[in-house]
């Protein structure tokens, strides 16, 4: 299959460009760069070039039907990825996260692409009361302008499925473990840099939300395990993408980062905020319906595999905190060094 991947550079699409194309498929990348210095790895350029057979260097508002043209599927997982980088400016949030993919999807459509699949998010589950499983038809109780996005995007291209074409959404649960392109503003990944780092894990918040965690492998090979489905089993579904044994409370998470990473402490600020998004997921749908989808790390596995990282490479502070690895941060440098638009274009990019 030939697959035109939106976002190819970041932290998960680097991951999928790769499994993708271990799997055989033939991979289109498509990356406008906001996060060009953020390769952690010493084999990142090798895997990500070899990965792709031709890399497109445009924004994603920007794609033209020959950009597409002779792909089999569409696979946008770019765009702002957190909350933060979506709060910067609401009029980019709805560019990027909401009419971006939703123009994609039609002009793959019109383009007679059959396959399209979309980064959704369990963020949008947002604010939910009480420690009850949610699945893909509860209510949404979305609590950020990134999630009310995603939102717009499922339910917009949803109604564009027909017998000839086939939107898939995943809602990824919050991802963790190494990947070619580092971030360290998730959680899992954000405590045990601390912790390796500083001998602390701080507790941004009061760690007493849910959240559903999930290998960054895993959720690249859950878009494979859609793709090579048949249609009629995925067009149109929202997957929640995950395991149900790996929703925890972030406290749980940190105190897993503690027994893991030696010699460390937990450092919870006595008047941490609560975090209003709590959502513990049931992943029934995907086990039972993607039966070519078998997720394999757990939490605990990917802090290991991210402590034995940040031993072998000798990971300190200064490197951790370096705002290429957290999007807001990067986001706001490229702002201010005046290397983006007023639309939150690149200047001067390499097409
Ligand atoms: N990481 C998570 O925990 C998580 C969870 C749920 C959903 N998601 C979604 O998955 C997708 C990828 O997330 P990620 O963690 O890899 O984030 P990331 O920020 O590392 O990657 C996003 C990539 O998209 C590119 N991009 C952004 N806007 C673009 C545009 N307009 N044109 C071209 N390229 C653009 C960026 O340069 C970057 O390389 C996002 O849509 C995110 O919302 C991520």
Redesign the pocket.
């Known amino acids: 299959m030939k697959i035109f991947l939106?976002?190819?550079?970041?932290?998960?699409?680097?991951t999928m460009s790769h499994v993708l194309h271990s799997a055989g498929h033939t991979i289109v990348g498509?990356?406008?760069?906001?996060?060009?210095g953020?390769f952690i790895r010493g084999d990142a350029e090798t895997t990500i070039r070899e990965s792709v057979s031709r890399q497109i260097f445009?924004?994603?508002?920007?794609i033209s039907r020959e950009d597409i043209s002779g792909c089999d599927a569409v696979v946008?997982?770019?765009?702002?990825?957190?909350d933060p980088?979506s709060d910067l400016n609401p009029g980019w949030t709805d560019?990027?996260?909401h009419l971006?993919p939703a123009r994609l999807a039609k002009l793959a459509k019109e383009s007679g692409i059959r396959r399209f699949v979309?980064?959704?998010?369990?963020?949008i589950y947002g604010a939910q009361k009480g420690d009850n499983l949610v699945e893909e038809g509860s209510p949404l109780a979305p609590v950020s302008a990134?999630a009310k996005a995603?939102i717009g995007v499922e339910q917009e291209v949803g109604k564009m499925k027909g017998p000839d074409f086939s939107p898939t959404f995943?809602?990824?649960?919050?991802?963790?473990g190494l990947?070619y392109?580092m971030?360290f503003d998730?959680v899992v990944n954000n405590l045990t840099g601390w912790a390796y780092t500083t001998g602390k894990v701080k507790l941004l918040s009061a760690g007493t939300s849910w959240r559903p965690s999930?290998h960054?492998e895993d959720?690249s090979k859950a878009v494979l395990a859609v793709l090579e489905s048949p249609e009629d089993a995925v067009s149109g579904q929202s997957f929640n993408?995950g395991m149900d044994s790996e929703n925890y409370k972030v406290i749980d998470i940190a105190n897993m980062v503690k027994e893991i990473v030696p010699d460390c402490e937990l450092e919870a600020g006595k008047d941490a905020p609560i975090d209003p998004r709590s959502y513990r997921v049931s992943f029934r749908k995907i086990r039972d319906t993607l039966k070519n989808f078998t997720p394999s790390w757990t939490v605990r596995k990917g802090i290991k595999q991210l402590y034995d990282f940040f031993a072998e490479s000798k990971l300190d502070y200064d490197t951790f905190s370096d705002k290429r690895f957290y999007?807001v941060e990067s986001i706001k440098r490229l702002i201010s060094e005046g290397k983006v638009d007023g639309d939150?274009?690149?200047l001067g990019m390499k097409v």
Request: with cysteine; charged share 20%; net charge positive.
């Open positions: 939106a976002g190819n550079l970041g932290y998960i699409g680097t498509c990356d406008c760069g906001y996060y060009k953020g445009k924004d994603v508002r920007d946008d997982y770019s765009g702002l990825a957190n980088a560019q990027i996260n971006s979309f980064a959704s998010s369990c963020s990134y995603k995943m809602r990824n649960s919050t991802v963790f990947s392109r971030r998730l999930v960054v959720c993408v999007d939150l274009r690149m």
